[in-house]
């Protein structure tokens, strides 16, 4: 968990770091969301099939970025799982 702590009771301060916090979760989701669809429309095509069952049945080019695809989408859930657990206090 990740604290923040905004000293002095200024919530400008705070509501400035909450509604970039919010923003940034918006912006996470919404490029999750972009790459859900990028890897569903892949394994409509080419079946939901372990990854070395496609070698030298897929576009090698294909296979690269539905692999890069993964991977983003794996970090992306790891940024957005941290900014939930940001817990905001105003001490």
Known sequence: MTRIIVEKNDGWTLKKIQSWVDLETVILKKEIGNIEN????????Y??????D???QVDDMDLLEWEGEIETMKRLREKLTRLDRIVFENE
């Not at 990028?38 to 095509?45: A, L, S």
């Not at 079946?47 to 070395?52: I, Q, S």
């Open 38 to 45: 990028k890897i569903k429309t892949f394994e409509n095509r």
């Open 47 to 52: 079946g939901n099939v372990a990854r070395d």
């Open 54 to 56: 496609l070698y030298g």
